[in-house]
C-alpha cells in the first residue's frame, strides 16, 4: 500500500527557512508528478508547487514564488520543498501528494487528479 510521509515543519521567525521532505514507500512514484499543497481553517487547499515525474518541469504558486522550490529525487523515492522568506501567511499544514495519471501535467487544473496524500506537517511563521 502506498504511503507518503511528511517531515520538517516546525516553527520558524518571519524571513526563516524550512525544508519539508516527503518520503513515499509501499511503491514507486518515479513515472508520477508530485506536489506539495496546503491548508489553513476556513480556507481551500492550495497547490503551492508541483514537479512532473522527471523533474523537468515545474510549478509553483504566486504566492511563493521566488521563495520556494519544490524539488524531487526518483532514487529516494523523495519529494522536497525548499521555502526561504517564510512568512506568517505561509502558516498552514503542508500534503504532499502523487499525481494518479502517469506522466500527467497541467497539474493546477488536475488537482483532483492527485490520489495520493501524505498525513501533512504543521508549519508555523511567527512574525
Known amino acids: 500500500q502506498a504511503q507518503l510521509v511528511e517531515s520538517g515543519g516546525g516553527l520558524v521567525q518571519a524571513g526563516g527557512s524550512l525544508r519539508l521532505s516527503c518520503a513515499a514507500s509501499?511503491?514507486?512514484?518515479?513515472?508520477?508528478?508530485l506536489a506539495w499543497f496546503r491548508q489553513t481553517p476556513g480556507k481551500e487547499r492550495e497547490l503551492v508547487a508541483a514537479i512532473s515525474w522527471n523533474g523537468g518541469r515545474t510549478y509553483h504558486a504566486d504566492s511563493v514564488k521566488g521563495r520556494f522550490t519544490i524539488s524531487r529525487d526518483n532514487d529516494k523515492n523523495t519529494v522536497y520543498l525548499q521555502m526561504n522568506s517564510l512568512q506568517p501567511e505561509d502558516t498552514a499544514v503542508y500534503y504532499c501528494?502523487?499525481?494518479?495519471?502517469?506522466?500527467?501535467?497541467?497539474?493546477?487544473?488536475?488537482?483532483?487528479?492527485?490520489?495520493?496524500w501524505g498525513q501533512g506537517t504543521q508549519v508555523t511563521v511567527s512574525a
Open positions: 509501499g511503491r514507486t512514484f518515479s513515472n508520477y508528478a
Open positions: 501528494a502523487a499525481d494518479t495519471i502517469r506522466y500527467g501535467i497541467n497539474w493546477f487544473e488536475r488537482q483532483r487528479d492527485f490520489g495520493y
